[in-house]
């Protein structure tokens, strides 16, 4: 499916600092097609995560125009914006972001409630959620009470109550140990498949390259490459076999 679900044109974001102007996103331009897993990549300070808050509308760029399934975002009234936020888009972050008081369920079931259902109908659907992600034991335990690894389950639940075209996820393995990390992207690539949900992902994590269908290299506020996993591969088989041919 060739379906635009994302479209940034000539994005930037410049902060002032003192006298200089520093360009945390300089001219960015992407398109992301809908049920593609992106993954964004780059060091610290590249403007990865500058490019994911635009995409998110959580913050507003300096120039250039952010399109959400054609959608200019920029035009929205901050009603709107919301709007469009609770229900077209999952957030996931490094730091999880659960209400510390709430139980699992809760804090999936409430961005249903600010969507309009009702507490039946979304207890129902966090509950499916939960049990999805792995976590049908765990309903009522709050934060404090799960690992890492859990609470990242149910920030992906949430993520996905209110049947978003889009998951942006921030970091979501930053706070894991690796065995969980990978448990994540896995799990999150699953729901990408089954769900036909859009991943746009920024992260450092290497494991990531492995489940995406795009790795968006950032660079100095900048795209500076794009390559599919298909490129990957046969970059990886370009550099075994001149292994081979060396060893020869």
């Given at each position: ?36 897993y992106v993954s964004i990549m780059g060091p610290s300070g590249s403007g990865k995560s ?119 996820a921030d970091e979501p393995t930053g706070n894991l140990d690796l065995k969980t990390g ?67």
């Amino acid at each position: 499916m060739n379906e635009l679900v994302v479209r940034t044109r000539d994005l930037s974001k410049h902060y002032s600092l003192g006298d200089s102007v520093v360009k945390a996103l300089d001219g960015v331009t992407l398109d992301v097609r809908r049920t593609e897993y992106v993954s964004i990549m780059g060091p610290s300070g590249s403007g990865k995560s500058t490019l994911f808050n635009m995409i998110g509308g959580l913050d507003a760029p300096t120039s250039g125009s952010v399109y959400i399934n054609e959608v200019d975002i920029a035009q929205l009234t901050p009603n709107e914006l919301a709007y469009l936020r609770n229900r077209t888009i999952g957030y996931i972050f490094q730091t999880f972001n659960l209400i510390q008081v709430r139980t699992a369920l809760e804090n999936v079931t409430l961005p249903m409630l600010f969507a309009g259902l009702s507490p039946e109908e979304a207890d129902e659907r966090a509950i499916a959620l939960l049990e999805r992600v792995g976590l049908g034991d765990r309903l009522h335990h709050r934060p404090h009470e799960l690992s890492g690894g859990q609470q990242q389950r149910v920030a992906i639940a949430r993520s996905l109550a209110n049947n978003p075209a889009i998951v942006l996820a921030d970091e979501p393995t930053g706070n894991l140990d690796l065995k969980t990390g990978k448990e994540i992207i896995d799990l999150m690539k699953r729901l990408n498949q089954e769900q036909g949900v859009t991943v746009i992902s920024a992260t450092h994590d290497l494991k990531m390259v492995d489940v995406s269908d795009r790795i968006v290299y950032v660079r100095d506020g900048r795209i500076a490459n794009i390559e599919t996993r298909s490129d990957l591969r046969l970059a990886v088989g370009e550099v075994v076999g001149l292994s081979d041919d060396l060893q020869a």
